[in-house]
Each structure stands twice: as C-alpha cells, then as structure tokens.
T-cell receptor, first 111, second 111 residues
Framework: NAGVTQTPKFQVLKTGQSMTLQCAQD?????MYWYRQDPGMGLRLIYY???????DKGEVPNGYNVSRLNKREFSLRLESAAPSQTSVYFC??????????FGAGTRLSVL | GENVEQHPSTLSVQEGDSAVIKCTYS??????FPWYKQELGKGPQLIID?????GEKKDQRIAVTLNKTAKHFSLHITETQPEDSAVYFC??????????FGAGTTVTVRA
C-alpha cells in the first residue's frame, strides 16, 4: 500500500523556471493538501482540495497554482520560481477531513 | 484564522525521562487536536489525536491532555527511548477540513 506518493524527491531550479510537483494517493481519499515546511515555521497550507473538482487557497498561495486532476492526483505548479520558494513541500490526503496522511516530501532549491 | 503556538522549540531529555510539549490555540471553535511526529527525511505521521469532548487520551507511552477553557493541549511521552528523537508538531482544526500547525519541537533523547 503506497499511501501518498510525491515526485520528484529533489529538484533544483533557477530563478524564473517553472515546474510541477506531482502527488498521488491510493487510499480513495476525498481531500488533498499542499504544504510547505520552512525552518521554525512548521507546516503552512498552500492550497487544498476538499473534493474532486474543487480547490481553495490556504495560508500562503501566492506564486503557486494547483490542479485536482482526478480523485487520486493533486499537482502543484510554480510558474516562475523565486528563491523565496526554496522549501520542502508536502502533499497530504484525508478521508474524513481530520486525520491527514503525508507523503515523503519534495525538497526544492531555487537558485 | 486559527493561530497555534508550540513550546518549547527544542527539548533534550535523558533516556527514560519524560518529555512534555505544550500548545495553545486561539479559535474557541477548534475541536480536533492531532499530534504528528516527523523523522529525519520523512513526512509527518500522526501519533495521537484528541477531540474536544475528551480531556485526556493515552496510547502506551504517549498521552495527550486538553484544557478547552484555557485553550491549551499537551503531549506527554513517558520512559523516552532513542527512537522518540524527532520533530513533533501539534495542530488544531475546526470542521473546515484544514489543520493549523504549530512551529514544531525538536526532541533529542540522550542515551
């Protein structure tokens, strides 16, 4: 049982480049989330999708876009990467809206 | 929105001693309080949670207490072991499918 799978695990970008972080879950969960984790700041919500076909902004959405491709997949796109977006990105999913299951993370550096 | 504060930011304990991490929250409507453990290089994993209709919950060496009047909740780890070394996050949620996380506590268990 894979749970939540994130790709890639590591990525280095130059300022201005674009990229998409992929997330897929095989637990038939309805809701999915994207967080960023920075030292001393915990996990901050970027975007979430409460159900297939819906997306909403979280605490720090600027500079990001998301797509809920289907029930399994939720992608995060950086259109023009900036050094401030250097972070570790986590995808999570939940069936019941409370207990969230996290992926292993994507470590992104923007130079 | 919800604001969750977590203390201390770092905690060093001797193996076999107890560890206590405290969190406060601001939104009196919050009714779900999970604790996550994050090991190095991995995503956070739920270790215990408590709902607002319960004052205390135990699971082997881990316990969580909730004081709704004071709006604070705590994680207690007894008989600490080296494998308890990790970063611990508290979180709070209302019924809106979103979690607000504390900044995290790095726990080190000294042998």
């Amino acid at each position: 049982n894979a749970g939540v799978t994130q790709t890639p695990k590591f990525q280095v970008l130059k300022t201005g480049q674009s990229m998409t972080l992929q997330c897929a879950q095989d637990m038939n969960h309805n809701s999915m989330y994207w967080y960023r984790q920075d030292p001393g700041m915990g996990l901050r919500l970027i975007y979430y999708s409460a159900s297939e076909g819906t997306t909403d902004k979280g605490e720090v959405p600027n500079g990001y876009n998301v797509s809920r491709l289907n029930k399994r997949e939720f992608s995060l796109r950086l259109e023009s990467a900036a050094p401030s977006q250097t972070s570790v990105y986590f995808c999570a999913s939940t069936r019941d809206g409370n207990i969230q299951y996290f992926g292993a993370g994507t470590r992104l550096s923007v130079l | 929105g919800e604001n969750v504060e977590q203390h201390p930011s770092t905690l060093s304990v001797q193996e076999g001693d107890s560890a206590v991490i405290k969190c406060t929250y601001s939104d009196s409507a919050s009714n779900y309080f999970p604790w996550y453990k994050q090991e190095l290089g991995k995503g956070p994993q739920l270790i215990i949670d408590i709902r607002s209709n319960v004052g205390e919950k135990k699971d082997q060496r881990i316990a969580v207490t909730l004081n709704k009047t004071a709006k604070h909740f705590s994680l207690h780890i007894t008989e600490t072991q080296p494998e308890d070394s990790a970063v611990y996050f508290c979180a709070a949620s209302t019924n809106d499918y979103k979690l607000s996380f504390g900044a995290g506590t790095t726990v080190t268990v000294r042998a």
